[in-house]
């Protein structure tokens, strides 16, 4: 399910971090800016689903990051901040910084 947050980064809500209380998820956080979205559009299975695969995807990206040499080297490589003073997005691929040699 795609979908847009109040910073402007689209994607999948799937691929947002799951926020754990008692155990169990509560919400699914940004990872560009924090926010906390509870899924109250949804109904209770179609949310159960959602975290599920949340969860899922989360797990996968850890153990990916274990196995490239620890959690950073799975990370995007956030460029400094832009002459205009904007942060820029590490998720868009036409903002992320690359070295041309």
Known sequence: M???CYCGRVGESE???PVLRDG?????RCPRCGHL?????????????V???????????LA????????????PTVP?????GVDPDPYNPLQRQTSIT
Do not use: I
């Open 2 to 4: 795609r979908e847009s």
């Open 15 to 17: 691929d947002r971090e």
């Open 24 to 28: 169990r998820t509560e919400a699914l």
């Open 37 to 49: 979205d509870p899924l109250p559009y949804l109904d209770a299975v179609a949310r159960l689903e």
């Open 51 to 61: 975290f599920e695969e949340a969860e899922r995807r989360s797990l996968e990206r």
């Open 64 to 75: 990916a990051g274990a196995r490239a040499g620890g959690a950073d080297a799975a990370a």
């Open 80 to 84: 400094e901040r832009s002459e205009n």
